[in-house]
Nanobody, 124 residues
């Protein structure tokens, strides 16, 4: 019922910036927000950031606070992840997901719909 498509990934040098986009379609009105997760090769998928429609502020993992910014454009049904000061450890496949279930929004099981992911590679 909700389709998500990520874009904007690529190869960047350490210290550089990228902006990821998550375009949503379908029954987006049934969601509470959009989150970003990432998964490095051989590692578990981890929470990065979430924007909730009726929350005062977005939320970030400690590892990206001060460097990443999540924002939304209602007219375009798109959520962005601005990534600055990128580090090699940020290298991962980045997914956006639709928050549907109440509770801990950092938990993957609270998100019902997922995009295919966009690759971010940070070289040193």
């Amino acid at each position: 019922q909700v389709q998500l498509v990520e874009s904007g990934g690529g190869l960047v040098q350490a210290g550089g910036s990228l902006r990821l986009s998550c375009a949503a379609s379908g029954r987006t009105f049934s969601t509470s927000g959009i989150g970003w997760f990432r998964q490095a090769s051989g590692k578990e998928r981890e929470f990065v950031a979430t924007i909730r429609w009726y929350a005062g502020t977005p939320n970030y993992a400690d590892s990206v606070k001060g460097r990443f910014t999540i924002s939304g454009d209602n007219a375009k049904n798109t959520v962005y992840l601005q990534m600055n000061g990128l580090k090699p450890e940020d290298t991962a496949l980045y997914y956006c997901a639709a928050l549907v279930f109440p509770g801990d929004f950092t938990s993957r099981d609270k998100y019902a719909y997922w995009g295919q992911g966009t690759q971010v590679t940070v070289s040193s």
